[in-house]
């Protein structure tokens, strides 16, 4: 079964946070911890992969935390999560075709690069500014009682 981990999925949110402050300065990771409940420790992890590609920086000091690197609008979500769960590809022989023999003859293979490519159009096609904007308008349909 083809599924992104917790790194991915988590990763996403952690971005969409910083992303939801990236106006208002750097936000503490124990702060996105606590509204995404997820665990500091497993935050801390993420962000290395994320900071190497520049999405993410760091700010040390009394009113340090993290920030994106750059506006919501040039971070795609195939950005975050390729740097997070690698490759995508759905088998391994598109991304190391030496690994089969049948390469240039296997019609499965070109369905599974069909998969994996749109794939990658989806995550490409969308931006933590559009993640923010579905975010606002979940938000307005919510009601609490």
């Known amino acids: 079964m083809m599924r992104l981990s917790t790194r991915g999925r988590y990763g996403t949110r952690l971005m969409l946070q910083l992303a939801q402050n990236y106006k208002n300065g750097p936000v503490l990771l124990k702060d996105i911890a606590l509204k995404e409940d997820i665990s500091t420790g497993y935050l801390e992890h993420l962000l290395p992969p994320l900071k190497a590609i520049g999405l993410v920086s760091?700010?040390?000091g009394a009113h340090g935390g993290y920030t994106l690197a750059k506006p919501p609008s040039?971070?795609?979500?195939?950005?975050?999560?390729?740097?997070?769960?690698?490759?995508?590809?759905?088998?391994?022989?598109?991304?190391?075709?030496?690994?089969?023999?049948r390469v240039q003859r296997c019609v499965s293979r070109d369905i599974w690069k069909l998969l994996r490519d749109s794939i990658y159009q989806t995550l490409e096609?969308?931006?933590?500014?559009?993640?923010?904007?579905?975010?606002?308008?979940?938000s307005s349909h919510m009601y609490y009682i």
């Open 58 to 60: 760091a700010t040390r």
């Open 74 to 101: 040039e971070i795609s979500l195939r950005d975050i999560v390729q740097s997070l769960e690698g490759s995508l590809s759905p088998v391994e022989c598109l991304d190391t075709p030496s690994v089969c023999s």
């Open 125 to 138: 096609s969308k931006t933590l500014e559009d993640l923010i904007t579905l975010q606002k308008e979940k």
